[in-house]
């Protein structure tokens, strides 16, 4: 009986030193608090010329960011878009897309394949750029935060929070 409770002691220590050691059994807000700020921050920055509007998205807090889908809609009426290029955020091993095909929203992807990492934690996803056909219109630049549209995982394909600003009325 004395040795029963002897090993019932240690493996109870081992398990304890254990779970410690890979950052488990703790949970609440010590362990929280190690951990930094998962929300991913997208923006939007605008730079226009009398004929031209170039967009660049751009994400901070991005080292989680594996997969990104979303769309940039703007005001086929004030602009006409024609063409993007990857950012440095996204580099060449990531697959990448962008299509003029739809009117009205610009849609931009990005995935790394599993086990790549992106190259920084925050920096350009993609730019954007624009012929202006009315500079009296509003110009309407924003990312869409439709659910259906907005996607953003880590390399576990589990969802990540995201903040969006910039962009133009």
Known sequence: MRYRMLVLTLVALLC????????GGGGGASASASRSDPT????????????????TLSAD??????QLA???????????????VRGSLVDQRAVFFTTARASAYVPVAFTYHAGEQTPASS??????TFDTLDASQPFGL??????????ARDDGRHPLA???????P
């Open 142 to 151: 924003h990312v869409l935060e439709d659910g259906n549209y907005l996607i």
């Open 162 to 168: 995201l903040t969006i600003s910039g962009g133009t």
């Open 123 to 128: 920096g350009p996803i993609a730019t954007l």
């Open 16 to 23: 304890s030193v254990l779970l410690s050691a890979c950052g």
């Open 70 to 84: 979303c769309r940039i809609a703007y005001n086929p009426q004030a602009l006409r878009y024609r063409g993007s």
């Open 40 to 55: 991913v921050r997208l923006s939007l920055s605008v730079q226009t010329t009398s004929q031209q509007v170039t967009v």
């Open 61 to 66: 807090n991005a080292r989680a960011l594996h």
